[in-house]
Every structure is written in structure tokens, then in C-alpha cells.
T-cell receptor, first 110, second 114 residues
Framework: QKEVEQDPGPLSVPEGAIVSLNCTYSNSAFQYFMWYRQYSRKGPELLMYTYSSGNKEDGRFTAQVDKSSKYISLFIRDSQPSDSATYLC??????????FGKGTRLSVIA | DVKVTQSSRYLVKRTGEKVFLECVQDMDHENMFWYRQDPGLGLRLIYFSYDVKMKEKGDIPEGYSVSREKKERFSLILESASTNQTSMYLCASNQVLAGTDTQYFGPGTRLTVL
């Protein structure tokens, strides 16, 4: 079983839709959870960061962590064509490099 | 504004050539990373460095080496390039290895080995 599983998509939604992106993981030591966004031909950039379990909201984006289920989610409300990108989940147990999911490619159609 | 720059955006090399990929960061970060990104495989860590002249193997170090002679510069070396090393190479840096610290990525180098 891979440490981090993420559905690669592609996921295509109409503008204004609520998008749900998810990752599951197997390492119960993971405590730090991040979502990176990567536009075509660019490097990934940090979108959301969450420590341990719980929710975090930033504008149209909400990150959720459920450590009991080893499941993390990113919700995008009122999705825009500018949200079209690849979204990578990433996680770490502490003083170790991040472990990344494979990324989900999202297209928001105007 | 943090900047991680990579020496080339696109590179074409021949099998057997020695290839150098350069990465420079301007934020005095302690840690630097080299990844490769392939469709269906995601980001895979090749090597990282937490200090000058220090290096640690990542998940896929075979066929690669690295050099960090100065804090701001981290080089990835392909001693004898092969076609299966055709990929997007991404460099990243951060200050603290602990998961609390975001990694800043460069724009990537798309390497093609013919």
C-alpha cells in the first residue's frame, strides 16, 4: 500500500461548483498536512496547511483532516476557471521531507 | 518574495552525457530538495540536503548525485544520462525540515534525453 493515495482525475466541473479533492494515507505518524496547487508549466505552491485533525478555512478553500480515518480533503467553493490546476496533497510526520500524493488534475469549465 | 531559480527551463541531452541541473535560492534556507515529476507517478524525492556539503538520499537516488558547496546552490548531476531520466525536475527549499514549514519550488527543468 502506498503511503499517500490520491485520485489523479482528471476532474472536470462547471464554474460555480463545489469541488472536493481527497487523499488517504497509511502512516499514522503524519501530523502535518498540506495542499499544493500547481499550474501548468509551473512549480507547486502552498495553498493550505493544517496541523493534526480539524478544519481550516481560507476564503473559498477549506482543508479538513480526519486522522482517525487517515483521510484529508480540500473543498473549493464557487470554483472559478482560474482554479484549474493540479492539486497535490502532502504530509509529514515532523523532521522528515514531505510525502506527496500524485496530484489531481482539475478543470473548471466556464 | 522567496525565489527559487533553476538554470534551464528546457534541456535536451544525449544518452551517456553528463548533465548538471542547477538550483539557486535567495532566502538563506537550510534545506534544499530535488524531485522529479512524471505523469502518473507524481513527485518523487531524489535527494535533499539540510546543510552545506550534507546530503541525504530520497526515494529514487539511483543514477543521480548532488552537490551543495554553497548554502544557496544545490546541483543535481546525472553522471551518464539515460532515456528513462527524461522527466520534469523540480528543486525546492525551506528553512525548517519539520513539516510545519512550506517548501518553495522552482519553475522546473524539463529534461529530454535522446
Amino acid at each position: 500500500q502506498k503511503e499517500v493515495e490520491q485520485d489523479p482525475g482528471p476532474l472536470s466541473v462547471p464554474e460555480g461548483a463545489i469541488v472536493s479533492l481527497n487523499c488517504t494515507y497509511s502512516n499514522s505518524a503524519f501530523q502535518y498536512f498540506m495542499w499544493y496547487r500547481q499550474y501548468s508549466r509551473k512549480g507547486p505552491e502552498l495553498l493550505m496547511y493544517t496541523y493534526s485533525s480539524g478544519n481550516k478555512e481560507d476564503g473559498r478553500f477549506t482543508a479538513q483532516v480526519d486522522k482517525s480515518s487517515k483521510y484529508i480533503s480540500l473543498f473549493i467553493r464557487d470554483s472559478q476557471p482560474s482554479d484549474s490546476a493540479t492539486y497535490l496533497c502532502a504530509m509529514s510526520s515532523g523532521n522528515t521531507p514531505l510525502v506527496f500524493g500524485k496530484g489531481t488534475r482539475l478543470s473548471v469549465i466556464a | 518574495d522567496v525565489k527559487v531559480t533553476q538554470s534551464s527551463r528546457y534541456l535536451v541531452k544525449r544518452t551517456g552525457e553528463k548533465v548538471f541541473l542547477e538550483c539557486v535560492q535567495d532566502m538563506d534556507h537550510e534545506n534544499m530538495f530535488w524531485y522529479r515529476q512524471d505523469p502518473g507517478l507524481g513527485l518523487r524525492l531524489i535527494y535533499f540536503s539540510y546543510d552545506v556539503k550534507m546530503k541525504e538520499k530520497g526515494d529514487i537516488p539511483e543514477g543521480y548525485s548532488v552537490s551543495r558547496e554553497k548554502k544557496e546552490r544545490f546541483s543535481l548531476i546525472l553522471e551518464s544520462a539515460s532515456t528513462n531520466q527524461t522527466s520534469m525536475y523540480l528543486c525546492a527549499s525551506n528553512q525548517v525540515l519539520a513539516g510545519t514549514d512550506t517548501q518553495y519550488f522552482g519553475p522546473g527543468t524539463r529534461l529530454t534525453v535522446l
